[in-house]
Each structure stands twice: as structure tokens, then as C-alpha cells.
């Protein structure tokens, strides 16, 4: 069975520092996903990572995929209030139709 | 943009009672999904749905739940019998065939409250 574990869950930033968000999966899995929710808000995808050494970025925002680690890396660069909202990693479970197993989110906070 | 919508906003129902949850999928879109967040928890899959038919169903997906492509657009999720414990965000997803990294587009979701 497939578990994601993310840490940390809450997260307390002062503008302008850097933070890293990591993402744990237990089993195989080719696709990570990295999700932003807002509150009351749907899920916004910002990054999809297929292949082991993946890394991509927007903004202050780069993700990264280890699958031999098997652990994924959301790192937020000189963070700005903007950022502040719940990040969400999902590893891809199955086969072709397969679907997305969520960690707990990592509730991040920036303030002034 | 193509988006996925979903409708209503909220529902607010009683115990007992039937819902149905709809979703309007991206149109070109070959699978569709449904999740459920708990408020304050994490995002859980419920069900995949391709072809007409289940693909696959997580354990919380029991006999009182039911999927259904009415027509050509539409995706629903229909609660039988509602209990308290199923009040939550139900999110619709979808995505295409083409492409490998079959990234899942979200739509608002719809929050379901059980009285």
C-alpha cells in the first residue's frame, strides 16, 4: 500500500527566508505531484516530477524527485506573504488509470 | 481555459437522505475521479472512472456510494444514504489520455454538510 508522509505539517515563515517542504512515499511510484490549496479553495496543480533527478521550478517555488530515496522536495525561496496557503504532495498509484494518494499537507504561513 | 466545474457549491442535507454531487469534467478528458477531503485533513481518492465503468474504488467507496456518466458531459456522485460522517469537500478531477504525465485537474469541489 502506498503512504505519503509529509513534514512538516505546519510552517511558520518570516518573509524573505528559505524553507524546505519534504515528501515521503513508502512504495514505487514514477509521478509525484505537488498541489497548493488555498482556503475553501480547490486544489492548484504546480508541479509534476516523472523521472528520478527531476527538477522544476516556478517563481520562488522548485521542486525536486529522488526515487531511489524516494522523497520529493518542495523548497520556497525568499518567501513572500503571497506563499502563504496549505502544499499538498501526491504520489501516482496504479497503472494507467490509477489515481493519487495525498499527504496530510503542510500548512505554510509567511508573515511580514 | 477549460476548467472543471462542479455543482452546487454547498449542499446542505439531512441525515438519511439522498445526494448527488455533479461534475462537469475538462471535454476532452477520458478519466474522471472523485475525492473527498475532510475538513482540516487530507485530500482521499474515492473512486476512478473510465469507459463508462469503476476503474477503481477505495475502501471508503462502500454500497452507498455510486458513480454515474449520465450523458456526455456530466459525472455524478451519488450518496444513498447520508451519514453525518460523510460531511466534507468532494473534489472532482479529470485528465486526459494523452500525455504521460496525466496530471489530474481539480474542480472547485462541492461541500457537502450532513445534519
Known amino acids: 500500500e502506498l503512504k505519503v508522509e509529509q513534514n512538516p505539517l505546519f510552517l511558520s515563515m518570516q518573509e524573505g527566508k528559505n524553507y524546505t517542504i519534504y515528501c515521503n512515499y513508502s512504495?514505487?511510484?514514477?509521478?509525484l505531484y505537488w498541489y497548493r490549496q488555498d482556503p475553501g479553495k480547490s486544489l492548484e496543480s504546480l508541479f509534476v516530477?516523472?523521472?528520478?533527478?527531476a527538477v522544476k521550478q516556478e517563481g520562488r517555488l522548485m521542486a525536486s524527485l529522488d526515487t531511489k530515496a524516494r522523497l520529493s522536495t518542495l523548497h520556497i525561496t525568499a518567501a513572500v506573504h503571497d506563499l502563504s496557503a496549505t502544499y499538498f504532495c501526491?504520489?501516482?498509484?496504479?497503472?494507467?488509470?490509477?489515481?493519487?494518494?495525498f499527504g496530510k499537507g503542510t500548512k505554510l504561513s509567511v508573515k511580514p | 481555459e477549460p476548467e472543471v466545474t462542479q455543482t452546487p457549491s454547498h449542499q446542505v442535507t439531512q441525515m438519511g437522505q439522498e445526494v448527488i454531487l455533479r461534475c462537469v469534467p475538462i471535454?476532452?478528458?477520458?478519466?474522471f475521479y472523485w475525492y473527498r477531503q475532510i475538513l482540516g485533513q487530507k485530500v482521499e481518492f474515492l473512486v476512478s472512472?473510465?469507459?463508462?465503468?469503476?476503474?477503481?474504488k477505495s475502501e471508503i467507496f462502500d454500497d452507498q456510494f455510486s458513480v454515474e456518466r449520465p450523458d456526455g458531459s456530466n459525472f455524478t456522485l451519488k450518496i444513498r444514504s447520508t451519514k453525518l460522517e460523510d460531511s466534507a469537500m468532494y473534489f472532482c478531477?479529470?485528465?486526459?489520455?494523452?500525455?504521460?504525465?496525466?496530471?489530474?485537474?481539480f474542480g472547485p469541489g462541492t461541500r457537502l454538510t450532513v445534519l
Open positions: 512504495t514505487t511510484s514514477d509521478r
Open positions: 516530477l516523472l523521472s528520478n533527478g
Open positions: 501526491a504520489a501516482y498509484y496504479g497503472g494507467s488509470q490509477g489515481n493519487l494518494i
Open positions: 472512472f473510465y469507459n463508462n465503468e469503476i476503474s477503481e
Open positions: 471535454s476532452n478528458h477520458l478519466y
Open positions: 478531477a479529470s485528465t486526459s489520455l494523452a500525455g504521460l504525465n496525466n496530471e489530474q485537474f
